[in-house]
Structure formats: structure tokens, C-alpha cells
Antibody
Framework: QVQLQQWGAGLLKPSETLSLTCAVY????????WSWIRQPPGKGLEWIGE???????NYNPSLKSRATISVDTSKNQFSLRLSSVTAADTAVYFC??????WGQGTLVTVSS | DIQMTQSPSSLSASVGDRVTVTCRAS??????LAWYQQKPGKVPELLIY???ILQSGVPTRFSGSGSGTDFTLTISSLQPEDVATYYC?????????FGQGTKVEVK
């Protein structure tokens, strides 16, 4: 069964860049879009963006100017970078793909 | 962009009750609609995709219906373990927007 495992820094200062990586185990990148989703504490789910194996990306317009999603097919990994973070970016971040369990989630806290 | 609106935002029902959650898209999305269940402190889990297809392992008391702009998630007989927040998500095209969630509690 395909599994997702994610990692990245959990504590950032305002204006820093968030960086998270998600590894795909037990399957390939073929034919799917791989997504990042976030959830601020006590709030709902927000779709951040997605990438496919060819590197084609789509982003939430509200984050497009700050978010960059990349892929490394040689490692079966995809990554999220979110620049110029503020306290409003404090959230649990998930990696996902339709039809399989999401990554375990990473709490990212932005605080000075 | 297409907006997804869920109703109600929360509900409380008794064990054994039939529970219905509605999701409305601001434009037609065919049947490209998924439902997720998120229990407190847990990762969301897929319940239903393609509007009405039950994900493997999901209890059959859950069902989904609808197409176009109006969709429904039904729990035929609410159980204590169904306490959770439920989200719909459109996936016909980007952005793959979620509804704001419906919190289901047991009386």
C-alpha cells in the first residue's frame, strides 16, 4: 500500500521560509497529482497546491505568490516551500494524494 | 474559482439517528466530489469519492449522493465513533477546494 511520510522544520520566525518534504513509499509518482494541504489550529482544511511527476503545478490563488511545490522523482519525493511566513501560516501541514492515506501531518508554528 | 459550501456547520444527534450533511458547489463539478472524516486530533480519512463510491473499509452506514452542484453525505444510523468533522472536497480541477466542515456530535 502506498504510504506518505513527511518531515520539515516545525518552528519558524516571521519572514522565514517554510520547507517540508513528503516521501512516497510503496508506489510511483505516475499519473497522479500530489498535494499539500494545511489546517490552522481549530479551523478547516485549506488546499495549498499540487504537482505531478512532470513538474506541472497548480496553486491556491491565495498562496500562489509565496508557495513553491517541487518534485524529485529520483527520490520519490515532493516538497513545499512557503516564503515570508507570518503567524497566519501556523498550521498542521499535510501531504496527500487522492485515494491513499495522507501524511501524518507536521505542525508548523510561526512565532518570534 | 468554485466555492464549496457545507451545511449545517454543526449538528447534534442521538445514537441511531439518520444524519445528513449537504455540500453545494457554486458551479457544476460533475461527480468529482469526495467526503473526508476527521476525528479530533487525527488525520482526515477518505470516506467517499466520485460522490457516491465508498472507500474500502468504510462502514456501509455511510453513503453519498448527488452530482453537478448538490451533494449529500448520509449516516444511516449514527454511532458514537462517528463523532468527527466532515469535509467535502471538489477535485474536478484546481483549486481543489474544501467545504468549511460540519461538526457532528452525539447527544
Amino acid at each position: 500500500q502506498v504510504q506518505l511520510q513527511q518531515w520539515g522544520a516545525g518552528l519558524l520566525k516571521p519572514s522565514e521560509t517554510l520547507s517540508l518534504t513528503c516521501a512516497v513509499y510503496g508506489g510511483s509518482f505516475s499519473d497522479y497529482y500530489w498535494s499539500w494541504i494545511r489546517q490552522p489550529p481549530g479551523k478547516g482544511l485549506e488546499w495549498i497546491g499540487e504537482i505531478n511527476q512532470r513538474g506541472s503545478t497548480n496553486y491556491n490563488p491565495s498562496l500562489k505568490s509565496r508557495a513553491t511545490i517541487s518534485v524529485d522523482t529520483s527520490k520519490n519525493q515532493f516538497s513545499l516551500r512557503l516564503s515570508s511566513v507570518t503567524a497566519a501560516d501556523t498550521a498542521v501541514y499535510f501531504c496527500s494524494r487522492v485515494g491513499i492515506p495522507w501524511g501524518q501531518g507536521t505542525l508548523v508554528t510561526v512565532s518570534s | 474559482d468554485i466555492q464549496m459550501t457545507q451545511s449545517p456547520s454543526s449538528l447534534s444527534a442521538s445514537v441511531g439517528d439518520r444524519v445528513t450533511v449537504t455540500c453545494r458547489a457554486s458551479q457544476g463539478i460533475g461527480n468529482y466530489l469526495a467526503w473526508y472524516q476527521q476525528k479530533p486530533g487525527k488525520v482526515p480519512e477518505l470516506l467517499i469519492y466520485a460522490a457516491s463510491i465508498l472507500q474500502s473499509g468504510v462502514p456501509t452506514r455511510f453513503s453519498g449522493s448527488g452530482s453537478g452542484t448538490d451533494f449529500t453525505l448520509t449516516i444511516s444510523s449514527l454511532q458514537p465513533e462517528d463523532v468527527a468533522t466532515y469535509y467535502c472536497q471538489k477535485y474536478n480541477s484546481a483549486p481543489r477546494t474544501f467545504g468549511q466542515g460540519t461538526k457532528v456530535e452525539v447527544k
